[in-house]
């Protein structure tokens, strides 16, 4: 697939996956055992890899007597269809379903359900990282708000707190909330379901707390005028500004999300709800294809957010 390598890891200096093995990764890192790790292992052949058509390289480590080889230590190890994970990962991001993903590529649904959990486990790792790597140089201007979707029915909604940096439209990060029906379905909704909780200020709870080290402590913070955000913004960025714009209806554009105003100050935002909800399937306004579990959402939350920051605005 264009733009995204899930490739194997270059092999230049291989090491050997024997934890115990002295050329281990997990042995320290010096000149002796860097000396010793060059010396044990050795080239030993290759063989012909036929689902992808290439030649892989294979090893030899004298220390520990254990063969092994380019793919041994892929994060593919031992999948038989890997060269079809960049292309899940495409399509999960593109509004496909993985029914259809299944039936475009010929695949076993449950096929297809495995690779979507390995990609979603991916995602979040990367995701990790870029905080850390935030950590370092802390976000100045960021914008926050709640993206409502449901789990099964709409008469049990989930909100997804959103926060994206306002300069490069990177997704930070998120958090999907349980939260009670409103409106006309909010006596339908206890019916059925029994009395829901409202898990929205647990969720933005954790979010600004693990967030706190990533935003500046003096950051411009935008969002809504929803009249809960503020003690949160306080509570975790005391010293940060906190803008509150009013809120717009929704243009005929951009499924809702987006804003009939001249100048859009939380345009950032509002842009990045309307891609998901153009970009991911269970999101669409008008869909049957509707999240089952909370943990589904979060895994296809991860993937797209991945590929979002990959390959719509390259910010890494």
């Not at 509150?244 to 939380?266: M, N, S």
Request: charged share 30%; net charge positive.
């Amino acid at each position: 697939m264009r733009g995204v390598d899930f490739a194997i890891p270059s092999l230049m200096n291989p090491r050997c996956p024997n934890p115990q093995c002295p050329s281990s990764p997990s042995e320290p890192q010096n000149p002796i055992v860097e000396n010793l790790r060059f010396r044990s292992i050795i080239r030993k052949g290759s063989f012909y890899r036929v689902r992808d058509r290439r030649y892989i390289t294979k090893y030899y480590c004298k220390r520990c007597k254990r063969h092994f080889s380019n793919s041994t230590l892929s994060p593919d190890y031992r999948q038989r269809k890997r060269d079809l994970n960049s292309v899940v990962f495409e399509l999960c991001s593109s509004g496909v379903s993985q029914r259809r993903i299944a039936k475009l590529l010929e695949l076993n649904r449950k096929t297809v359900v495995r690779k979507f959990r390995l990609l979603a486990a991916r995602a979040r790792a990367e995701r990790s990282r870029r905080l850390n790597d935030h950590a370092l140089k802390p976000l100045r201007e960021v914008q926050f708000d709640d993206l409502e979707t449901f789990e099964h029915t709409k008469c049990k909604p989930l909100s997804v707190t959103l926060l994206v940096d306002k300069t490069t439209r990177e997704i930070v990060d998120f958090i999907v909330s349980r939260m009670p029906a409103n409106g006309p379905l909010a006596k339908i909704s206890r019916i059925k379901y029994g009395k829901r909780k409202d898990e929205r200020p647990t969720g933005w709870n954790q979010l600004f707390a693990k967030l706190k080290s990533v935003i500046h402590p003096q950051a411009l913070v935008e969002s809504d005028q929803n009249p809960h955000y503020p003690k949160f913004i306080l509570k975790h960025l005391p010293e940060a500004e906190h803008i509150r714009h009013p809120g717009a209806r929704g243009a005929i554009t951009g499924q809702g999300e987006l804003k009939k105003l001249g100048f859009d100050p939380l345009f950032a935002l509002n842009h990045t709800c309307a891609m998901l909800r153009a970009n991911l399937n269970r999101l669409f306004r008008r869909t049957w294809c509707t999240t089952k579990t909370v943990r589904g959402l979060e895994d296809h939350l991860s993937i797209y957010a991945d590929y979002h920051n990959r390959q719509i605005i390259r910010c890494y």
